[in-house]
């Protein structure tokens, strides 16, 4: 009798994740060629750290290197200092709102009382559906991919740190952002470099989380950076140092830090 011949099935393919490079020299090689799109990620560290700095670069390359918008929600500055600040880097920020490649939210002049006169008001203080309405209306003007709040520790503040509701309100933005196809940077302002998160729970509700540190060893300051946790991708488990220069941050990948 003669055998049927079967015959094999294949393997279902695993697609491949596609990967959004954040142009920052040197980073991109810790999490093995990128941030993972679609995805929001914490971006923690004490003051002076360089949170902000890494948050408008990550924007900043996507405009001018790979041609995706970018949204900066601005909680804890005002616009016109955001722009003074990134011109000591050469970054022209108004040059790109011109383009309909960035769009900076006021999200600050609400939250201490004072008028404002830029293009995107979050006019409640803090409100999160308002901020949301105000990222779905721009991410579909300007075809939005990338974006920037800064920071989620006044959220946590403002609503008076009931850990609960942050988380809640966090999860929420965060899937937002996502459902909208933004891949998304949640800056955190921790008050020593032995916390990850300020509340304990935004690193719960994000896919990643980037840990940046500023250290002093005897009589001087040290920055780092590590890549903490990451879903979906394996990425460098060691912590690297990187440096502030004219043209923005700068990471060594094949440097460590060992006294920490």
Known sequence: MAKKSVAKKEAPSIKKQERVLTGIPGFDEL??????????????????????????????????????????????ERPA???????????????????????????????????????????????????????ITIQEKINAKRAVVDSSTSIGFYLMQDLGKIRLELLKLSTTLEILGLTSLLTCEVIDGSQISRFDVENFVTEGTIAIYYKRSENVRTRSIEVYKMRGTDHSHKIHPFEITPKGIVVHPKEEVFDF
């Open 31 to 76: 999490c093995h060629g990128g941030l993972i799109r679609n995805r929001t990620y914490l971006l923690s560290g004490t003051s002076g750290a360089g949170k902000s700095i890494f948050a408008l670069q990550y924007l900043y390359n996507g405009a001018i290197k790979y041609n995706e918008p970018g949204i900066y929600v601005a909680t804890e």
């Open 81 to 135: 200092e955001i722009r003074q600040n990134a011109l000591n880097f050469g970054w022209d920020l108004k040059a790109l709102e011109d383009e309909n490649k960035l769009a900076l939210i006021d999200a600050c002049a609400a939250k201490i009382g004072v008028p404002s006169k830029e293009k995107y008001v979050d006019v409640r203080p803090l409100d999160m559906r308002s901020m949301m309405d105000q990222l």
